[in-house]
């Protein structure tokens, strides 16, 4: 992966069919045009959260950042939507994740699962 794709003259250079088949990212500005989502709203709405939280206008670096830790948050809600925990007042992040006695999840099947299965084989942590 590389930025250089989102040069016209790398694209141009390169040639059509080679451009074709490139992955790269595009990088956020501020003034970007679009409508926007419902978390963070439109580009202009998130410089303007952010320049009143920080004193800064955002580079593409912090609003990668803001992504990442709202995917994130999406992916984990997802994955125990269907869990409870059985003692929440002691959960922590590793018997969260690890510990097949800290949780109990129903999967789409309605078959009880251990939320953190894929990374607790017999009691023990898959690395």
Request: glycine share 8%; with cysteine; proline share 6%.
């Amino acid at each position: 992966m590389t930025l250089s794709p989102t040069v016209y003259s790398f694209a141009s250079g390169v040639g059509p069919e080679a451009a074709e088949y490139i992955l790269t990212s595009s990088s956020w500005h501020p003034k970007m045009l679009g409508q926007g989502d419902s978390f963070f709203g439109t580009p202009k709405q998130y410089a303007d959260a952010y320049e009143a939280a920080v004193g800064s206008t955002p580079s593409f670096v912090p609003a990668l950042a803001s992504a990442t830790v709202v995917s994130l948050m999406f992916a984990i809600q997802s994955a125990f939507k269907d869990c409870e925990f059985l003692d929440p007042a002691n959960l922590d992040v590793d018997s969260l994740l690890f510990d097949s006695n800290a949780i109990r999840c129903t999967n789409s099947t309605g078959i009880a699962a251990v939320a953190g299965e894929r990374f607790v084989q017999r009691g023990k942590r898959v690395t």
